[in-house]
């Protein structure tokens, strides 16, 4: 990052007795704080997205989905929304080409696949897929939840991660059709629960983090011949310290901003940790793992300058923010926390720049 970008964060929340779902806010990147902007009304906006053109965001809602235009200031613009056909969504993602949307179901196991017009307005619905199976964990009632849906770099496969099943299932995607094809399942430890998943730089590494046993799993990913997708297990690495809080489950799973860095989050044991990522292998490395002095942090992520950390915890309703040292894997305070109710989801956006996650 250069000393002239700007940055604004985009902030979500559920709404219940609220009607405030997104929050965005100017960031001071040399201060590691954050200063509201703009208040927008959408219902429970509990996960959102910005397009690879860096034009348009779009967030869950309780009906759907909805569309935003992407101001100069980074202030939000409405311009659509649009049904599911099915149970509010969790999780949602752009294609690379940002002329189709991925919509992950957690209540009803549904995967909803919709085009994109070039507005950035939102189309039919192409495609809809329900898991099916018998998941292992007692508390998740056995059975399927799509947690994750995320494009493979080369915008081949969608890669759904099902926290019910145990399982992530790969489809071959069809830009013609928007249809979903399933060619492979990656089969997680039973009570695992494979929760959010991420993509390295040069889309050779898939980093799945599972919630119920708190690891990441580290996965090698190319393409043997078309429709013929090959993953294979490198390693699995714990978000926790061997010293946690026995009723601990994993969150959140972000990359920084330059790729070398992937940003978890653990409720109960209320920590986060930051790994350094082996760019060659994909290995991954801990740096820290350290107390977020919130409850229930359901998001964290580095500043684009790697320099500070925030941290959303859901249970107090507050966003803390933190200085990082990360050679020396220090984690210090360094501003006041910020109220907001029952936060999600943050995400950060160079005002006039692209988005390459």
């Known amino acids: 990052m250069s000393a002239s970008d700007k940055y604004v964060a985009y902030v979500s929340c559920y709404t219940q007795g609220n009607k405030i779902g997104i929050r965005v806010y100017d960031v001071d990147v040399e201060k590691g704080t954050f200063s509201e902007k703009e208040k927008v009304l959408i219902s ?45 969504g969790c999780y949602l993602s752009t294609d690379y080409t940002d002329r189709f949307l991925f919509v992950a179901g957690y209540h009803d196991g549904k995967i909803t696949v919709m085009e994109i017009n070039e507005d950035g ?3 039919k619905i192409t495609d809809e897929i329900y898991h099916k199976g ?58 695992s629960g494979p929760r959010h998943i991420k993509i390295s730089r040069d889309g050779r590494f898939v980093y799945i983090i599972h919630e119920e046993k708190s690891y990441i799993a580290v996965y090698s990913y190319k393409e043997v011949k078309p429709g013929n997708p090959e993953f294979e297990l490198i390693e699995t690495v714990p978000t926790i310290n061997e010293y946690h809080s026995e009723d601990t489950a994993a969150s959140a799973l972000n990359l920084s901003s330059d790729y070398n860095y992937l940003i978890t989050t653990n409720v109960g044991d209320n920590s986060a940790a930051i790994f350094k990522i082996d760019t060659e292998s994909g290995k991954l490395t801990k740096i820290l793992c350290l107390p977020i002095s919130g409850m229930y942090p359901k998001d964290a ?8 950390l925030v941290s959303l915890n859901h249970e107090n309703n507050t966003m803390t923010f933190f200085f ?14 910020i109220k907001i109710d029952q936060p999600n989801c943050v995400i950060f956006h160079k005002l006039g720049g692209v988005n390459t996650d």
């Open 44 to 88: 429970n906006s509990s996960y959102m997205c910005i397009s690879h053109n860096g034009k348009f965001l779009y967030s869950i809602t309780d009906y759907g989905v909805e569309s935003y235009e992407i101001k100069k200031d980074g202030t939000l613009g409405t311009i659509s929304a649009a049904s599911i056909n099915g149970m509010r």
């Open 121 to 123: 307005s939102l189309g």
């Open 134 to 191: 018998i998941g292992s964990i007692i508390d998740r009632n056995f059975r399927p939840h799509v947690n994750c849906v995320k494009m493979t770099r080369d915008n081949k496969y969608l890669l759904a991660a099902d926290l019910g099943i145990d399982q992530t299932k790969v489809y071959e995607f069809d830009h013609k059709t928007g249809k979903l094809r399933l060619v492979d399942i990656i089969h997680a430890e039973q009570y």
């Open 301 to 308: 992520a580095l500043f684009p300058d790697n320099r500070h």
């Open 324 to 337: 990082v040292d990360l050679e020396k894997g220090i984690l210090a305070m360094n501003a006041k926390e």
